[in-house]
């Protein structure tokens, strides 16, 4: 069972993540944790709160958080806010029903399905996209307000 969890995908995502580091002037930053395991993840973005055009993120977690934050870091440059919530949301619904991820941009979040049978990863799996929509819900939020105002 941990051979399938820990399969040669997953394993090979997560040895190759890229964009770690800060970004020198992000328009937002967001940490996502996970209080079962303590992994952590904190994500800069340059975005117009539509779509990202940089992304530099600092990880902490799992082999599977590890995974899942190289397959965002691979995915997201160009992503706009709607194919980043749906494939959070995707995600998220993989892992606890029968819904499959597949096609799209984060296409390479199914490789993550074996994750479902393990609950207890779960939080470490959502930390990248977590974090990145909280991101760029605070610079949605920005926006929103210097146009009210």
Same mark, same amino acid.
Request: charged fraction near 20%.
């Given at each position: 069972?941990?051979?399938?969890?820990?399969?040669? /995908? &997953?394993?090979?995502?997560?040895?190759? &993540?890229?964009?770690?580091?800060?970004?020198?002037?992000?328009?937002?930053?967001?940490?996502?944790?996970? /209080?079962?395991?303590?992994?952590?993840?904190? &994500?800069? &973005?340059?975005?117009?709160?539509?779509?990202?055009?940089?992304?530099?993120?600092?990880?902490?977690?799992?082999?599977?958080?590890?995974?899942?934050?190289?397959?965002?870091?691979?995915?997201?440059?160009?992503?706009?806010?709607?194919?980043?919530?749906?494939?959070?949301?995707?995600?998220?619904?993989?892992?606890?029903?029968?819904?499959?991820?597949?096609?799209?941009?984060?296409?390479?979040?199914?490789?993550?399905?074996?994750? /479902?049978?393990? /609950?207890?990863?779960?939080?470490?799996?959502?930390?990248?996209?977590?974090?990145?929509?909280?991101?760029?819900?605070?610079?949605?939020?920005?926006?929103?307000?210097?146009?009210?105002?």
């Amino acid at each position: 069972m941990l051979d399938d969890l820990y399969n040669g /995908k &997953i394993l090979g995502y997560a040895a190759n &993540i890229s964009r770690v580091g800060k970004l020198d002037q992000p328009d937002a930053s967001a940490t996502a944790v996970s /209080k079962l395991c303590g992994s952590k993840v904190t &994500i800069d &973005i340059v975005s117009d709160g539509e779509t990202i055009s940089d992304y530099a993120q600092t990880v902490r977690a799992c082999a599977l958080g590890q995974a899942a934050c190289a397959m965002v870091a691979e995915a997201v440059i160009g992503a706009s806010y709607s194919e980043i919530a749906e494939a959070r949301s995707g995600l998220a619904e993989m892992l606890v029903g029968d819904a499959v991820v597949n096609g799209g941009r984060f296409d390479a979040l199914k490789y993550l399905e074996p994750v /479902k049978d393990h /609950k207890a990863r779960h939080a470490s799996t959502m930390l990248a996209l977590d974090a990145l929509v909280d991101a760029m819900d605070q610079i949605r939020a920005t926006h929103a307000l210097e146009a009210a105002g």
